[in-house]
């Protein structure tokens, strides 16, 4: 059976991603939970994950003899693995956006990632509001992602980006968590694939996972001292 490592739900974007494409597809696995600490070079996470992967990161996928780290690289394949769950666009053309704008996420949007960290449990719209304001970055960030966001669901016809779930409306699904805990402005429609995407049952599953933690890692919130 594939395993797959990831770190505290209510913060680790990067593990939402891979656990998200698995658990909507309907890909068995093992979930391996490790949780965050201080991410020192002697922390129990980092001596964990260095045993399983050379980066010491989530998410990690293991398959048998397989290791793949990076959320990218675990989406390029299990989509390989699992030709049947269709994870990318059948078409040529919109394959080839799909894996554009995942790309995109993969590197881009530094900006929105840096100033408003995942954070599923809080209610940041206060820091939203000072944020927005402030940091010309994160508007333009937004602005991208509305703009594409809406073309891509009038091109395709929705309710997801490119029509049916793909492994793009699982690489924003942590943006998608981001915009509602910050309460950052979007237009309508933008707010309406938001919610749709909070209703997939694999993304609702993980934010009732991510609330029932109660962990609290300074490190990852560095806006307040205590939960």
Known sequence: MLQLYIGNKNYSSWSMRAWVLLRQAGIVFEEKYVRFDDFGADSQFKRTMLAVSPTGTVPVLVDGDTTVWDSLAIAEYVAERFPDKQLWPQDAAARATARSVVAEMHSGFTALRSACGMNIEADLAAVGRVVWRDNTGVRKNVERLAAMWSALLARHGGPMLFGEFSVADAYYAP???????????????????????????AVREWVQAALAEHDFVPVDEPYRAER
């Open 175 to 201: 943006i998608c968590m981001r915009l509602t805990t910050y309460g950052l402005p979007v237009p309508a429609e933008i707010a309406a694939y938001v919610e749709r995407v909070q209703q997939l049952p």
